[in-house]
T-cell receptor, first 113, second 112 residues
Framework: DTGVSQNPRHKITKRGQNVTFRCDPI?????LYWYRQTLGQGPEFLTY????????KSRLLSDRFSAERPKGSFSTLEIQRTEQGDSAMYLC???????????FGQGTRLTVV | GENVEQHPSTLSVQEGDSAVIKCTYS??????FPWYKQELGKRPQLIID?????GEKKDQRIAVTLNKTAKHFSLHITETQPEDSAVYFC???????????FGQGTELSVKP
């Protein structure tokens, strides 16, 4: 499968714990995006990278959220001190630079209990 | 920044009827407008897109129209089938913005 891959698919964690998600984009794509989706809503932009550079981070993203793409390939999204409001589907997408056609991964569903 | 509004939030049609979903956007610099279909528990999948240099694009039973003056675009599905049942999202790409901005989604239900 040469599509966007996300791991894990599901994560249940206790409030206050840290979690980390991984995204492997389509290999030729140099842009990588993270979105969050809650039930009944459209994907909400979190942050995006071009190669290893993080070009934009949503103002909605608190300091508990951090993302990296150290070698311009896979990316990780970490949430520290999780809260119940963090429960959502976290989607990753990738595209070519300056080509907006983006392809999504299956997502990681986070449940904070 | 860009803002995308999508209507209706739910749409129920009989099999064989047509379905239309409408979106408006705020940033006149936006130049790319994709539509994604998301089935329950699955990833959003791109089904059709349109760029600002054309007014209409068709792909079999689906079509998208764009009115740049009014800043709105629509998805048209003809001869709907039960497998068209899903949530549909529109999005807009602000030319200098670097990321897609999504509408709130439309849950389409096609009744046999």
């Amino acid at each position: 499968d040469t599509g966007v891959s996300q791991n894990p698919r599901h994560k249940i964690t206790k409030r206050g714990q840290n979690v980390t998600f991984r995204c492997d984009p389509i290999s030729e794509h140099n842009r990588l995006y993270w979105y969050r989706q809650t039930l009944g809503q459209g994907p909400e932009f979190l942050t995006y990278f071009q190669n290893e550079a993080q070009l934009e981070k949503s103002r909605l993203l608190s300091d508990r959220f951090s993302a990296e793409r150290p070698k311009g390939s896979f990316s990780t999204l970490e949430i520290q001190r999780t809260e119940q409001g963090d429960s959502a589907m976290y989607l990753c997408a990738s595209s070519f630079y300056s080509d907006p056609e983006a392809f999504f991964g299956q997502g990681t569903r986070l449940t904070v209990v | 920044g860009e803002n995308v509004e999508q209507h209706p939030s739910t749409l129920s049609v009989q099999e064989g009827d047509s379905a239309v979903i409408k979106c408006t956007y705020s940033d006149s610099a936006s130049n790319y407008f994709p539509w994604y279909k998301q089935e329950l528990g699955k990833r959003p999948q791109l089904i059709i897109d349109i760029r600002s240099n054309v007014g209409e694009k068709k792909d079999q039973r689906i079509a998208v129209t764009l009115n740049k003056t009014a800043k709105h675009f629509s998805l048209h599905i003809t001869e709907t089938q039960p497998e068209d049942s899903a949530v549909y999202f529109c999005a807009a790409w602000p030319n200098q913005g670097g990321k897609l901005i999504f509408g709130q989604g439309t849950e389409l239900s096609v009744k046999p």
